[in-house]
């Protein structure tokens, strides 16, 4: 089992479509959450991180964390083409000196016009 | 503030050759991360360095190598090359190793 598991997708929405995006994190010492959106061919860029439980919202982004159920998602309102990309969560394992970056392998989507 | 670099974009290489990827951090940053990605695989994670140190290191074979130099470049080395090195190698910097941001990437083919 992935210590981060997320949906590869590929997902696919019409234009102006609510999307959501998930991730489940395995260990309680994953403390910072990050999501990242790489389109083709580019790197990942980051959207939105996070390290408390509750909402982020950041213009049409909303980044949701719940510790207790160990669940992430990114909210998309008004989804538009130009957020056709695959979308990474990653979250951030700090144990006494053991320190790390985990990733998800990233959901496709689409937004078709 | 400029983003990350990386040198070259893209390279093409015949197997049993090696190659030098470069890449320039973000001013101020200390850490540099490797990755490579190939579709289906995801981000892959090669190893960290932090101040001249490796500080974290993944599950690749001693052919995939890299070093910190005092002004934060980074160099990864790759030798003996196979087949399925080809990838796209990912630099990330980041001020202690948390929040990342990515250069665009060495497109490797292995011929």
């Known amino acids: 089992q992935k210590e981060v598991e997320q949906d590869p997708g590929p997902l696919s929405v019409p234009e102006g479509a609510i999307v959501s995006l998930n991730c489940t994190y395995s260990?309680?010492?994953?403390?910072?959450f990050m999501w990242y959106r790489q389109y083709s061919r580019k790197g990942p860029e980051l959207l939105m991180y996070?390290?408390s439980s509750g909402n982020k919202e950041d213009g049409r982004f909303t980044a949701q964390v719940d510790k207790s159920s160990k669940y992430i998602s990114l909210f998309i309102r008004d989804s538009q083409p130009s957020d056709s990309a695959t979308y990474l969560c990653?979250?951030?394992?700090?144990?006494?000196?053991?320190?790390?970056?985990?990733w998800g392998l990233g959901t496709s989507l689409a937004v078709n016009p | 503030k400029a983003g990350v670099t990386q040198t070259p974009r893209y390279l093409i290489k015949t197997r049993g050759q090696q190659v030098t990827l470069s890449c320039s951090p973000i001013?101020?940053?200390?850490?540099v991360s490797w990755y490579q990605q190939t579709p289906g695989q995801g981000l892959q994670f090669l190893f960290e360095?932090?101040?001249?140190?490796?500080?974290n290191k993944g599950n690749f074979p001693g052919r995939f190598s890299g070093r910190q130099f005092s002004n934060s470049r980074s160099e990864m080395n790759v030798s003996t090359l196979e087949l399925g090195d080809s990838a796209l190698y990912l630099c990330?910097?980041?001020?202690?190793?948390?929040?990342?941001?990515f250069g665009p990437g060495t497109r490797l083919t292995v011929l």
């Open positions: 990330a910097s980041s001020q202690q190793g948390d929040t990342q941001y």
């Open positions: 001013s101020g940053h200390r850490s």
């Open positions: 360095y932090f101040s001249e140190t490796q500080r």
């Open positions: 260990n309680s010492a994953f403390q910072y």
């Open positions: 996070t390290y």
């Open positions: 990653a979250s951030l394992f700090n144990a006494g000196n053991n320190r790390k970056l985990i």
